[in-house]
């Protein structure tokens, strides 16, 4: 594989211009089984109803079965098996499905497990609540497929189940509510992680993201510092880090080919960087770290 496979939203799978869709596990199948590593470009939350299986979100892997969901942002990484005999349901969205509905802009980015920075990608629910929630998806199906579709209902069931999660999520993790509730409420760190998920591949440098929030790369660095104990610097490498990984684990690409991609100088100050990051050269994780 000599880079990773992207798979786009289907926008206009019904006819119409529709950004929010609800597909089984089995419906997509086929792709899996074609290429199980890939990116998605879209959100996607993906409940498991059958099967016990690893799946693997960029480098977070567990093994996951029913009761489990399963949260992407776009960008991530997916490793399924090549032969994965999970069942279930995929929510997949783009982000403008929400845009031009609610006032508050950052409403995905509140939402903890749909962070850049989230502690993991999935979440393990209560029978009772997973139950809930598939019987919203199936509403929101039946809404999709039907003659008189209205998106305000499928936007509506879509927002409940993200609502649901949200406080399954918080529930579970009610000792940091409080850090969390900060970050939420910083609409300048908030900005921040959104621009670095969209152009830290290309930009690495504090000061473009300082220019971007119109404030100074000191304010926008003791903002990072406090709300989540690190740099900007750091946070941004982490980032490039993560990617540089998916690259050497899931491509063929060469490690002068993912300098390239990455907009390092040269092949030399990236392998530097990788090491100071990872702690290991490109090469050397590359051979430990290669999925059979």
Not at 59 to 65: A, D, F, G, I, M
Not at 117 to 146: M, Q, T, W
Not at 174 to 195: P, V, W
Request: hydrophobic content about 40%; overall charge positive.
């Amino acid at each position: 594989m000599k880079n990773i496979h992207r798979y786009n939203f289907f926008k206009k799978k019904y006819g119409a211009h529709l950004l929010a869709d609800v597909v089984r596990i089995s419906e997509f199948r086929k792709y899996i089984q074609k290429t199980p590593t890939h990116r998605l470009t879209y959100f996607d939350l993906t409940f498991i109803t059958e099967g016990n299986e690893y799946v693997t979100i960029n480098q977070s892997k567990l093994r996951v079965q029913c009761g489990d969901v399963i949260c992407s942002t776009p960008g991530d990484v997916w490793t399924w098996e090549r032969n994965t005999a999970l069942e279930g349901f995929a929510l997949v969205f783009e982000e403008d499905f929400f845009q031009s509905f609610f006032i508050n802009k950052f409403f995905l980015n509140n939402l903890n497990f749909l962070k850049a920075d989230r502690l993991s990608p999935f979440i393990g629910l209560k029978a009772e609540v997973f139950s809930e929630i598939l019987e919203f998806l199936e509403k929101i199906r039946n809404e999709i497929k039907g003659k008189d579709r209205s998106e305000h209902v499928i936007r509506a069931f879509v927002y409940l189940v993200l609502a649901k999660l949200d406080n399954e999520e918080k529930l579970q993790n009610k000792s940091s509510l409080d850090t969390l509730s900060e970050h939420q409420n910083n609409r300048h760190l908030q900005g921040f992680i959104k621009l670095v998920e969209e152009h830290c591949l290309e930009v690495h440098e504090v000061q473009f993201y300082a220019d971007k929030l119109f404030i100074s790369a000191n304010y926008l660095n003791k903002i990072v510092r406090e709300l989540l104990g690190t740099t900007s610097k750091k946070y941004i490498a982490s980032k490039i880090a993560q990617e540089a990984r998916n690259l050497l684990n899931f491509t063929d690409l060469s490690i002068s080919e993912i300098s390239d991609q990455l907009k390092f100088e040269s092949p030399s100050y990236f392998t530097r960087f990788f090491k100071k990051s990872v702690g290991l050269k490109p090469k050397e994780f590359r051979v430990g770290n290669k999925p059979s």
